[in-house]
Protein backbone atom coordinates (compact mmCIF):
# COMPACT_ATOMS: atom_id res chain seq x y z
CA UNK A 1 0.00 0.00 0.00
CA UNK A 2 3.03 2.39 0.78
CA UNK A 3 4.65 1.65 -2.51
CA UNK A 4 1.22 2.28 -4.25
CA UNK A 5 0.98 5.85 -2.33
CA UNK A 6 5.13 7.23 -3.22
CA UNK A 7 5.54 5.46 -6.29
CA UNK A 8 5.00 7.51 -9.40
CA UNK A 9 2.01 6.39 -11.84
CA UNK A 10 2.59 5.91 -15.45
CA UNK A 11 -0.04 8.65 -16.50
CA UNK A 12 1.02 11.28 -18.10
CA UNK A 13 0.24 14.91 -16.84
CA UNK A 14 -2.82 16.61 -17.88
CA UNK A 15 -2.01 20.13 -18.37
CA UNK A 16 -4.37 22.58 -16.43
CA UNK A 17 -6.45 24.81 -17.94
CA UNK A 18 -6.39 27.65 -15.84
CA UNK A 19 -2.52 29.05 -14.51
CA UNK A 20 -1.87 29.12 -10.67
CA UNK A 21 1.44 30.84 -9.42
CA UNK A 22 3.89 28.47 -8.89
CA UNK A 23 4.20 29.52 -5.29
CA UNK A 24 1.07 28.22 -4.68
CA UNK A 25 1.42 25.25 -6.36
CA UNK A 26 4.09 24.51 -4.87
CA UNK A 27 2.37 25.35 -1.47
CA UNK A 28 -0.15 22.71 -2.74
CA UNK A 29 2.06 20.07 -3.28
CA UNK A 30 4.19 19.78 -0.20
CA UNK A 31 0.26 19.84 1.42
CA UNK A 32 -1.01 16.91 -0.69
CA UNK A 33 2.18 15.18 -0.03
CA UNK A 34 2.27 15.67 3.59
CA UNK A 35 -1.22 15.20 3.89
CA UNK A 36 -1.11 11.58 2.19
CA UNK A 37 1.45 10.52 4.02
CA UNK A 38 0.03 11.30 7.01
CA UNK A 39 -3.09 8.46 6.45
CA UNK A 40 -0.42 6.00 6.21
CA UNK A 41 1.02 6.36 10.13
CA UNK A 42 -0.82 8.37 12.96
CA UNK A 43 0.99 11.37 13.45
CA UNK A 44 2.42 11.73 16.74
CA UNK A 45 1.30 14.39 19.53
CA UNK A 46 3.99 17.18 18.39
CA UNK A 47 3.47 17.38 14.95
CA UNK A 48 -0.18 17.84 15.40
CA UNK A 49 0.29 21.51 15.39
CA UNK A 50 2.40 21.42 12.46
CA UNK A 51 -0.32 19.34 10.43
CA UNK A 52 -3.21 21.47 11.38
CA UNK A 53 -1.01 24.03 9.73
CA UNK A 54 -0.10 22.44 6.47
CA UNK A 55 -3.99 21.54 6.20
CA UNK A 56 -5.03 24.92 6.82
CA UNK A 57 -2.47 26.56 4.16
CA UNK A 58 -4.09 23.82 1.65
CA UNK A 59 -7.64 24.95 2.60
CA UNK A 60 -6.13 28.46 2.05
CA UNK A 61 -5.22 27.61 -1.61
CA UNK A 62 -8.14 25.37 -2.24
CA UNK A 63 -10.57 28.44 -1.64
CA UNK A 64 -8.04 30.58 -3.46
CA UNK A 65 -9.38 28.56 -6.42
CA UNK A 66 -13.61 30.82 -5.67
CA UNK A 67 -12.40 33.07 -8.10
CA UNK A 68 -11.45 31.07 -11.21
CA UNK A 69 -13.84 30.46 -13.69
CA UNK A 70 -16.49 27.91 -12.86
CA UNK A 71 -16.11 26.24 -16.43
CA UNK A 72 -12.32 25.41 -15.84
CA UNK A 73 -12.96 23.40 -12.39
CA UNK A 74 -16.15 21.73 -14.43
CA UNK A 75 -13.14 20.69 -17.02
CA UNK A 76 -10.76 19.53 -14.51
CA UNK A 77 -13.07 17.80 -12.50
CA UNK A 78 -14.59 15.96 -15.50
CA UNK A 79 -10.98 14.90 -16.19
CA UNK A 80 -10.08 13.71 -12.74
CA UNK A 81 -13.07 11.51 -13.06
CA UNK A 82 -12.59 10.08 -15.95
CA UNK A 83 -9.13 8.88 -14.91
CA UNK A 84 -10.35 6.77 -12.21
CA UNK A 85 -10.36 3.14 -14.12
CA UNK A 86 -13.40 2.02 -11.61
CA UNK A 87 -16.61 2.72 -11.82
CA UNK A 88 -16.48 2.18 -7.72
CA UNK A 89 -13.93 4.44 -7.84
CA UNK A 90 -15.35 7.09 -9.94
CA UNK A 91 -18.59 7.33 -7.34
CA UNK A 92 -16.65 7.39 -4.07
CA UNK A 93 -14.66 10.28 -6.21
CA UNK A 94 -17.89 12.02 -6.36
CA UNK A 95 -18.82 11.41 -2.84
CA UNK A 96 -15.87 12.76 -1.52
CA UNK A 97 -16.27 15.78 -3.48
CA UNK A 98 -19.76 16.04 -2.36
CA UNK A 99 -19.00 15.65 1.34
CA UNK A 100 -15.89 18.12 1.29
CA UNK A 101 -18.39 20.62 -0.28
CA UNK A 102 -21.05 19.98 2.30
CA UNK A 103 -18.70 20.41 5.30
CA UNK A 104 -16.86 23.70 3.39
CA UNK A 105 -20.57 24.78 3.31
CA UNK A 106 -21.43 23.98 7.03
CA UNK A 107 -18.66 25.95 8.29
CA UNK A 108 -19.18 28.71 6.16
CA UNK A 109 -22.81 29.20 7.27
CA UNK A 110 -22.17 28.31 11.00
CA UNK A 111 -18.95 31.41 10.88
CA UNK A 112 -21.09 33.56 9.25
CA UNK A 113 -24.02 32.79 12.17
CA UNK A 114 -20.99 33.53 14.90
CA UNK A 115 -19.98 37.00 12.80
CA UNK A 116 -23.65 37.94 12.37
CA UNK A 117 -24.30 37.08 16.37
CA UNK A 118 -20.89 38.72 17.69
CA UNK A 119 -21.79 41.94 15.76
CA UNK A 120 -25.23 42.02 17.03
CA UNK A 121 -23.68 41.37 20.24
CA UNK A 122 -21.59 44.48 20.13
CA UNK A 123 -24.26 46.73 18.29
CA UNK A 124 -27.45 45.92 20.13
CA UNK A 125 -27.91 48.88 22.47
CA UNK A 126 -29.85 46.58 25.45
CA UNK A 127 -28.00 44.15 27.69
CA UNK A 128 -29.77 40.46 28.00
CA UNK A 129 -31.94 41.30 30.79
CA UNK A 130 -33.63 44.47 29.19
CA UNK A 131 -33.60 42.23 26.03
CA UNK A 132 -35.32 39.96 27.77
CA UNK A 133 -37.65 42.62 28.95
CA UNK A 134 -38.86 43.69 25.69
CA UNK A 135 -39.44 39.88 24.64
CA UNK A 136 -41.15 39.26 27.27
CA UNK A 137 -43.93 42.14 26.07
CA UNK A 138 -44.27 40.44 22.50
CA UNK A 139 -46.71 38.32 21.56
CA UNK A 140 -46.06 34.50 20.77
CA UNK A 141 -45.75 34.93 17.27
CA UNK A 142 -43.12 37.53 17.38
CA UNK A 143 -41.77 36.47 19.82
CA UNK A 144 -40.45 33.07 17.65
CA UNK A 145 -39.64 35.56 14.76
CA UNK A 146 -37.22 37.16 17.26
CA UNK A 147 -35.86 34.07 18.14
CA UNK A 148 -35.05 33.10 14.88
CA UNK A 149 -33.06 36.21 13.85
CA UNK A 150 -29.77 35.56 15.61
CA UNK A 151 -28.53 33.03 17.91
CA UNK A 152 -28.21 36.28 20.47
CA UNK A 153 -31.88 36.52 20.33
CA UNK A 154 -32.53 32.84 20.41
CA UNK A 155 -31.22 32.34 23.73
CA UNK A 156 -32.79 35.66 24.95
CA UNK A 157 -36.01 34.22 23.43
CA UNK A 158 -35.50 30.81 25.34
CA UNK A 159 -35.51 32.25 28.93
CA UNK A 160 -38.61 31.83 31.01
CA UNK A 161 -39.48 35.37 31.40
CA UNK A 162 -40.34 35.54 28.19
CA UNK A 163 -43.32 33.04 28.31
CA UNK A 164 -45.30 34.30 31.68
CA UNK A 165 -47.94 35.24 30.05
CA UNK A 166 -48.82 32.87 27.10
CA UNK A 167 -51.52 34.04 24.47
CA UNK A 168 -51.95 31.20 21.43
CA UNK A 169 -55.91 32.29 21.17
CA UNK A 170 -56.70 32.91 17.00
CA UNK A 171 -59.49 33.26 14.91
CA UNK A 172 -59.27 30.00 13.07
CA UNK A 173 -57.62 26.99 14.13
CA UNK A 174 -53.80 27.18 13.98
CA UNK A 175 -52.08 25.79 17.39
CA UNK A 176 -52.17 22.16 18.65
CA UNK A 177 -51.09 20.44 21.86
CA UNK A 178 -47.24 20.47 20.70
CA UNK A 179 -46.84 23.75 20.45
CA UNK A 180 -48.74 24.54 23.81
CA UNK A 181 -46.78 21.98 25.63
CA UNK A 182 -43.61 23.55 24.23
CA UNK A 183 -44.73 26.86 25.15
CA UNK A 184 -45.43 25.87 28.58
CA UNK A 185 -42.34 24.21 29.31
CA UNK A 186 -40.20 26.82 28.37
CA UNK A 187 -41.74 29.01 30.99
CA UNK A 188 -42.18 26.47 33.83
CA UNK A 189 -42.37 28.23 37.28
CA UNK A 190 -42.30 31.23 35.41
CA UNK A 191 -45.98 30.83 33.78
CA UNK A 192 -48.61 32.88 35.27
CA UNK A 193 -50.92 33.71 32.75
CA UNK A 194 -52.46 30.95 29.68
CA UNK A 195 -54.88 31.80 27.41
CA UNK A 196 -56.03 28.88 24.55
CA UNK A 197 -58.58 28.33 21.89
CA UNK A 198 -60.53 30.65 19.35
CA UNK A 199 -61.89 34.09 19.79
CA UNK A 200 -64.13 34.86 17.19
CA UNK A 201 -63.09 38.26 15.76
CA UNK A 202 -63.26 41.78 17.10
CA UNK A 203 -64.66 42.93 20.75
CA UNK A 204 -68.28 44.82 20.01
CA UNK A 205 -69.03 47.89 22.73
CA UNK A 206 -69.74 46.83 26.00
CA UNK A 207 -73.37 47.54 25.88
CA UNK A 208 -74.16 44.54 23.81
CA UNK A 209 -73.41 41.01 24.60
CA UNK A 210 -72.65 39.22 22.02
CA UNK A 211 -71.53 36.18 22.51
CA UNK A 212 -67.90 34.79 22.89
CA UNK A 213 -68.87 31.38 21.28
CA UNK A 214 -67.28 30.63 18.09
CA UNK A 215 -69.48 28.87 14.99
CA UNK A 216 -68.59 29.18 11.69
CA UNK A 217 -71.55 31.74 11.59
CA UNK A 218 -69.93 34.26 13.57
CA UNK A 219 -66.56 33.79 12.49
CA UNK A 220 -64.80 36.73 11.28
CA UNK A 221 -62.22 35.35 8.65
CA UNK A 222 -62.85 31.54 7.25
CA UNK A 223 -61.53 32.27 3.50
CA UNK A 224 -58.47 30.03 4.35
CA UNK A 225 -59.55 27.74 6.35
CA UNK A 226 -61.13 24.40 5.57
CA UNK A 227 -63.64 22.65 8.12
CA UNK A 228 -62.19 19.53 6.75
CA UNK A 229 -58.59 20.22 8.64
CA UNK A 230 -60.21 19.45 11.73
CA UNK A 231 -60.03 15.85 11.08
CA UNK A 232 -56.35 14.36 11.68
CA UNK A 233 -54.78 13.81 8.32
CA UNK A 234 -51.86 11.02 7.27
CA UNK A 235 -48.66 12.68 7.67
CA UNK A 236 -50.07 15.88 8.67
CA UNK A 237 -50.16 16.95 12.02
CA UNK A 238 -53.59 18.53 13.03
CA UNK A 239 -54.10 22.31 14.55
CA UNK A 240 -57.00 21.50 16.78
CA UNK A 241 -56.46 21.23 20.12
CA UNK A 242 -57.69 18.10 22.32
CA UNK A 243 -58.83 17.40 25.64
CA UNK A 244 -55.21 16.79 26.87
CA UNK A 245 -53.86 20.16 26.23
CA UNK A 246 -53.73 21.24 29.57
CA UNK A 247 -51.67 18.34 30.62
CA UNK A 248 -48.42 20.12 30.57
CA UNK A 249 -49.97 21.96 33.40
CA UNK A 250 -49.90 19.40 35.83
CA UNK A 251 -47.02 17.99 34.89
CA UNK A 252 -43.83 17.79 36.55
CA UNK A 253 -45.36 17.57 39.54
CA UNK A 254 -48.06 20.12 38.57
CA UNK A 255 -44.61 23.24 38.52
CA UNK A 256 -46.06 24.82 35.58
CA UNK A 257 -49.57 25.26 37.39
CA UNK A 258 -48.30 26.02 40.63
CA UNK A 259 -48.42 29.96 39.79
CA UNK A 260 -50.57 30.14 37.25
CA UNK A 261 -52.85 33.35 37.92
CA UNK A 262 -55.02 33.41 35.02
CA UNK A 263 -56.73 31.04 32.78
CA UNK A 264 -58.58 31.68 29.97
CA UNK A 265 -59.76 28.73 27.59
CA UNK A 266 -62.13 29.62 24.37
CA UNK A 267 -63.82 26.92 22.56
CA UNK A 268 -61.87 24.36 22.71
CA UNK A 269 -64.27 21.55 21.34
CA UNK A 270 -62.74 18.81 22.58
CA UNK A 271 -62.14 19.67 26.08
CA UNK A 272 -64.37 17.85 28.76
CA UNK A 273 -65.11 17.74 32.81
CA UNK A 274 -62.32 15.41 33.41
CA UNK A 275 -59.57 17.52 31.86
CA UNK A 276 -60.79 20.69 32.91
CA UNK A 277 -60.54 19.75 36.51
CA UNK A 278 -57.31 18.30 36.15
CA UNK A 279 -56.05 21.69 34.99
CA UNK A 280 -57.35 23.25 37.78
CA UNK A 281 -56.52 21.00 40.62
CA UNK A 282 -53.03 21.96 39.42
CA UNK A 283 -53.76 25.49 39.94
CA UNK A 284 -54.35 26.53 43.52
CA UNK A 285 -52.99 30.07 42.31
CA UNK A 286 -55.70 30.97 40.20
CA UNK A 287 -57.37 34.46 40.28
CA UNK A 288 -58.57 34.68 36.93
CA UNK A 289 -60.71 31.70 35.06
CA UNK A 290 -62.54 32.86 31.81
CA UNK A 291 -64.32 29.53 30.07
CA UNK A 292 -66.17 30.00 26.65
CA UNK A 293 -68.38 27.53 24.64
CA UNK A 294 -66.37 24.23 25.77
CA UNK A 295 -69.61 21.74 24.68
CA UNK A 296 -68.62 18.78 26.87
CA UNK A 297 -68.02 21.04 30.36
CA UNK A 298 -70.68 21.32 32.62
CA UNK A 299 -70.94 24.36 34.89
CA UNK A 300 -71.85 22.30 38.42
CA UNK A 301 -68.47 20.05 37.77
CA UNK A 302 -66.85 23.28 37.38
CA UNK A 303 -67.72 24.97 39.80
CA UNK A 304 -67.03 22.03 42.28
CA UNK A 305 -63.62 21.74 41.02
CA UNK A 306 -63.18 25.53 41.66
CA UNK A 307 -64.44 25.56 44.89
CA UNK A 308 -61.91 22.64 45.82
CA UNK A 309 -58.76 23.77 44.19
CA UNK A 310 -59.00 27.80 43.48
CA UNK A 311 -59.67 29.48 46.80
CA UNK A 312 -57.67 32.36 45.70
CA UNK A 313 -59.74 33.06 42.26
CA UNK A 314 -60.91 36.51 42.08
CA UNK A 315 -62.73 36.43 38.68
CA UNK A 316 -64.90 33.65 37.18
CA UNK A 317 -66.47 34.40 33.55
CA UNK A 318 -68.61 30.81 32.30
CA UNK A 319 -70.48 31.21 29.18
CA UNK A 320 -72.00 27.98 27.66
CA UNK A 321 -72.46 27.14 24.33
CA UNK A 322 -75.49 25.29 24.76
CA UNK A 323 -77.63 28.56 25.44
CA UNK A 324 -80.29 27.30 28.39
CA UNK A 325 -79.69 23.85 28.18
CA UNK A 326 -77.45 23.70 30.72
CA UNK A 327 -78.99 23.48 34.06
CA UNK A 328 -76.84 21.12 36.32
CA UNK A 329 -76.28 23.84 39.09
CA UNK A 330 -77.24 22.77 42.20
CA UNK A 331 -77.71 24.89 45.42
CA UNK A 332 -75.54 23.25 47.86
CA UNK A 333 -72.78 23.94 44.90
CA UNK A 334 -73.47 27.45 44.70
CA UNK A 335 -73.12 27.78 48.81
CA UNK A 336 -69.52 25.64 48.44
CA UNK A 337 -68.45 28.24 46.61
CA UNK A 338 -69.37 31.02 48.45
CA UNK A 339 -67.67 29.44 51.37
CA UNK A 340 -64.51 28.15 49.63
CA UNK A 341 -64.10 31.38 47.66
CA UNK A 342 -64.67 34.30 49.57
CA UNK A 343 -62.57 36.64 47.27
CA UNK A 344 -64.40 36.54 44.42
CA UNK A 345 -64.94 40.39 43.10
CA UNK A 346 -66.43 39.31 39.73
CA UNK A 347 -68.80 36.48 38.84
CA UNK A 348 -70.67 36.34 34.93
CA UNK A 349 -72.51 32.99 34.70
CA UNK A 350 -73.90 33.48 30.48
CA UNK A 351 -76.12 31.12 28.71
CA UNK A 352 -77.05 29.20 31.80
CA UNK A 353 -80.68 28.06 33.45
CA UNK A 354 -79.88 29.74 36.40
CA UNK A 355 -83.25 29.82 39.12
CA UNK A 356 -83.49 32.81 41.13
CA UNK A 357 -82.58 31.16 44.58
CA UNK A 358 -79.54 30.00 43.60
CA UNK A 359 -78.31 33.79 42.14
CA UNK A 360 -79.12 34.60 45.34
CA UNK A 361 -77.28 32.53 47.19
CA UNK A 362 -74.28 33.66 45.07
CA UNK A 363 -75.03 37.87 44.92
CA UNK A 364 -75.76 37.89 48.34
CA UNK A 365 -73.03 35.14 50.19
CA UNK A 366 -70.28 36.92 48.12
CA UNK A 367 -69.03 40.19 50.21
CA UNK A 368 -66.55 41.31 47.91
CA UNK A 369 -68.47 41.15 44.60
CA UNK A 370 -68.77 44.05 42.40
CA UNK A 371 -69.49 43.03 38.90
CA UNK A 372 -72.64 40.28 37.98
CA UNK A 373 -73.20 39.58 34.65
CA UNK A 374 -76.05 36.96 33.92
CA UNK A 375 -76.63 37.94 30.39
CA UNK A 376 -78.58 35.44 28.01
CA UNK A 377 -79.56 33.31 31.20
CA UNK A 378 -82.74 31.22 31.34
CA UNK A 379 -85.27 31.01 34.45
CA UNK A 380 -84.03 34.33 35.57
CA UNK A 381 -86.76 36.82 37.03
CA UNK A 382 -85.30 39.48 39.06
CA UNK A 383 -86.79 38.26 41.95
CA UNK A 384 -82.97 37.30 43.32
CA UNK A 385 -82.39 41.44 43.69
CA UNK A 386 -85.46 41.98 46.68
CA UNK A 387 -84.00 43.04 49.48
CA UNK A 388 -80.91 43.03 48.16
CA UNK A 389 -79.33 46.75 47.62
CA UNK A 390 -78.62 47.38 51.35
CA UNK A 391 -77.40 43.69 52.21
CA UNK A 392 -73.75 43.17 52.72
CA UNK A 393 -73.47 41.30 49.60
CA UNK A 394 -75.16 43.30 47.32
CA UNK A 395 -74.74 46.99 48.44
CA UNK A 396 -71.03 46.55 46.90
CA UNK A 397 -72.39 45.76 43.39
CA UNK A 398 -71.15 48.15 40.92
CA UNK A 399 -71.99 46.65 37.84
CA UNK A 400 -74.88 44.14 37.27
CA UNK A 401 -75.80 43.03 34.31
CA UNK A 402 -79.18 41.27 33.35
CA UNK A 403 -78.93 41.44 29.18
CA UNK A 404 -81.05 39.47 27.15
CA UNK A 405 -82.46 37.31 29.89
CA UNK A 406 -85.40 35.14 28.79
CA UNK A 407 -87.49 35.55 31.74
CA UNK A 408 -86.88 38.66 32.94
CA UNK A 409 -90.06 40.65 34.87
CA UNK A 410 -90.67 44.06 33.84
CA UNK A 411 -92.20 44.65 37.36
CA UNK A 412 -89.16 42.82 38.94
CA UNK A 413 -86.90 45.58 37.02
CA UNK A 414 -89.23 48.39 38.37
CA UNK A 415 -88.89 47.08 41.59
CA UNK A 416 -85.02 47.23 41.33
CA UNK A 417 -85.00 50.79 39.72
CA UNK A 418 -87.83 51.90 42.55
CA UNK A 419 -84.96 50.48 45.50
CA UNK A 420 -82.13 52.77 43.28
CA UNK A 421 -84.18 55.36 44.24
CA UNK A 422 -84.98 54.54 47.54
CA UNK A 423 -81.03 55.12 48.19
CA UNK A 424 -79.99 51.31 48.02
CA UNK A 425 -77.41 49.92 45.77
CA UNK A 426 -75.20 53.64 46.31
CA UNK A 427 -71.75 51.45 44.12
CA UNK A 428 -74.03 50.84 41.01
CA UNK A 429 -72.26 52.43 38.46
CA UNK A 430 -73.54 50.49 35.27
CA UNK A 431 -76.79 48.65 34.80
CA UNK A 432 -78.09 46.95 31.85
CA UNK A 433 -81.46 45.37 31.29
CA UNK A 434 -82.44 45.86 27.77
CA UNK A 435 -84.21 42.20 25.93
CA UNK A 436 -84.10 42.07 22.49
CA UNK A 437 -87.25 40.54 22.97
CA UNK A 438 -88.48 42.61 25.91
CA UNK A 439 -89.50 41.97 29.33
CA UNK A 440 -91.65 39.97 30.66
CA UNK A 441 -95.42 40.72 31.78
CA UNK A 442 -95.90 39.88 35.47
CA UNK A 443 -98.76 36.87 34.75
CA UNK A 444 -97.49 35.81 31.52
CA UNK A 445 -94.24 35.72 30.47
CA UNK A 446 -95.06 34.99 27.30
CA UNK A 447 -96.89 38.59 26.94
CA UNK A 448 -93.54 40.95 26.48
CA UNK A 449 -93.62 44.29 27.49
CA UNK A 450 -91.62 47.06 25.24
CA UNK A 451 -92.06 50.40 26.45
CA UNK A 452 -93.36 50.19 30.23
CA UNK A 453 -94.69 53.09 32.41
CA UNK A 454 -93.98 51.20 35.68
CA UNK A 455 -90.64 51.26 35.54
CA UNK A 456 -88.47 54.55 36.78
CA UNK A 457 -86.06 55.15 33.60
CA UNK A 458 -85.96 58.75 34.06
CA UNK A 459 -86.34 59.02 37.61
CA UNK A 460 -83.39 56.72 37.95
CA UNK A 461 -81.18 59.04 35.39
CA UNK A 462 -82.21 62.28 37.03
CA UNK A 463 -81.24 61.07 40.34
CA UNK A 464 -78.22 59.25 39.90
CA UNK A 465 -76.44 60.59 37.41
CA UNK A 466 -73.49 58.56 38.60
CA UNK A 467 -75.37 55.39 37.04
CA UNK A 468 -74.98 54.22 33.63
CA UNK A 469 -78.63 52.42 32.72
CA UNK A 470 -79.34 50.67 29.65
CA UNK A 471 -82.66 49.95 28.96
CA UNK A 472 -82.73 49.21 25.79
CA UNK A 473 -86.20 47.36 24.07
CA UNK A 474 -87.57 46.81 20.30
CA UNK A 475 -90.52 48.52 18.64
CA UNK A 476 -93.46 46.75 19.98
CA UNK A 477 -94.46 46.14 15.88
CA UNK A 478 -91.15 43.58 15.96
CA UNK A 479 -92.49 40.83 18.25
CA UNK A 480 -91.76 37.56 17.49
CA UNK A 481 -93.69 34.54 18.29
CA UNK A 482 -91.73 33.25 21.73
CA UNK A 483 -92.35 29.54 21.01
CA UNK A 484 -90.54 29.92 17.44
CA UNK A 485 -87.68 31.75 19.28
CA UNK A 486 -87.16 29.77 21.68
CA UNK A 487 -86.97 26.42 19.22
CA UNK A 488 -84.25 28.67 17.36
CA UNK A 489 -82.08 29.39 19.83
CA UNK A 490 -82.19 25.68 21.31
CA UNK A 491 -81.64 24.63 17.59
CA UNK A 492 -78.47 26.86 17.39
CA UNK A 493 -74.97 26.27 18.38
CA UNK A 494 -75.13 30.49 18.77
CA UNK A 495 -77.69 32.64 18.85
CA UNK A 496 -76.46 36.44 18.41
CA UNK A 497 -77.93 39.34 19.42
CA UNK A 498 -79.96 41.86 17.78
CA UNK A 499 -78.04 44.96 17.65
CA UNK A 500 -80.94 47.50 18.40
CA UNK A 501 -80.94 50.78 19.26
CA UNK A 502 -84.37 52.29 20.06
CA UNK A 503 -84.79 54.88 22.52
CA UNK A 504 -85.30 54.18 26.06
CA UNK A 505 -88.58 54.27 27.46
CA UNK A 506 -89.48 57.27 30.00
CA UNK A 507 -91.54 55.34 32.63
CA UNK A 508 -93.35 57.64 35.16
CA UNK A 509 -92.18 56.73 39.09
CA UNK A 510 -93.92 53.65 40.53
CA UNK A 511 -96.07 54.29 43.31
CA UNK A 512 -94.92 53.83 46.52
CA UNK A 513 -96.71 50.71 47.10
CA UNK A 514 -94.26 48.98 45.19
CA UNK A 515 -91.43 50.01 47.11
CA UNK A 516 -92.72 48.84 50.50
CA UNK A 517 -93.31 45.68 48.30
CA UNK A 518 -89.72 45.25 47.08
CA UNK A 519 -88.34 46.08 50.41
CA UNK A 520 -90.26 43.57 52.32
CA UNK A 521 -88.53 39.64 52.72
CA UNK A 522 -91.72 37.83 51.82
CA UNK A 523 -90.17 34.56 52.17
CA UNK A 524 -89.78 34.22 55.65
CA UNK A 525 -86.25 33.04 55.56
CA UNK A 526 -87.21 30.21 53.66
CA UNK A 527 -86.27 30.73 49.79
CA UNK A 528 -87.12 27.71 48.04
CA UNK A 529 -90.62 28.67 49.05
CA UNK A 530 -91.04 31.11 46.32
CA UNK A 531 -89.71 28.30 43.91
CA UNK A 532 -91.61 25.29 43.70
CA UNK A 533 -92.80 26.11 40.30
CA UNK A 534 -89.64 25.67 38.77
CA UNK A 535 -90.14 21.51 39.83
CA UNK A 536 -86.19 21.42 41.18
CA UNK A 537 -85.40 18.10 42.69
CA UNK A 538 -85.43 17.62 46.43
CA UNK A 539 -81.92 18.56 46.60
CA UNK A 540 -82.35 21.88 46.14
CA UNK A 541 -82.72 23.43 49.09
CA UNK A 542 -81.35 26.65 49.94
CA UNK A 543 -78.79 27.22 52.55
CA UNK A 544 -75.32 29.34 53.07
CA UNK A 545 -72.89 28.91 55.55
CA UNK A 546 -71.95 32.42 56.97
Same mark, same amino acid.
Given at each position: ???????????????????????????????????????????????????????????????????????????????????????????????????????????????????????????????????????????????????????????????????????????????????????????????????????????????????????????????????????????????????????????????????????????????????????????????????????????????????????????????????????????????????????????? %????? @?? =? !?????? &???? *?? #??? $????????????????????????? %????? @?? =? !?????? &???? *?? #??? $???????????????????????????????????????????????????????????????????????????????????????????????????????????????????????????????
Amino acid at each position: MDTLLHTPTSMAKRPCPFSISSSSSSSTATATATATTSTSSSPSPNRQPNMNHQVENLLQTFLGLADSPSLSIDLSFERLLDSLPSDAEQSLFINRALKLGSILLEAGKRSARKRSSNHNSLTWALPPDLTIKVFSMLDMQSLCYAAATCSMFHKCAMDPLCYTNIDLTTVVPKVNNAVVSTMIQRAGKALQSLKLGIVPGPTVSPGSCQPLVYSIRNSVDVSNFSWNDKKTRQGKESSILTRSCLSPLSGDSGAAGTLLRRLHLYNIERMDNTSLCGALSACPSLLDLEIVGLRHVELRQTLVSVSMNCPLIERLFFESSKTGRDESLKSPTCADLVNNCPNLISLA %LRGFK @LH =D !CKVRIL &VKGF *RK #LKY $VDFSTSYSITGNFLRNLGGSTGGNL %LEVLI @LR =D !CMHLKE &VEVA *RL #LTA $VLAGDFKSLRYLDVSNREGLASEGDWYHRCYSSSIIPIKQVLEARSDICLLAEFPPEGSFIDIEQMIDNELNSEVSLPSHLSSPTSDGSFFMSTLESSYNSDQSGGNEDSQYNHYEESSDEVYFLVV
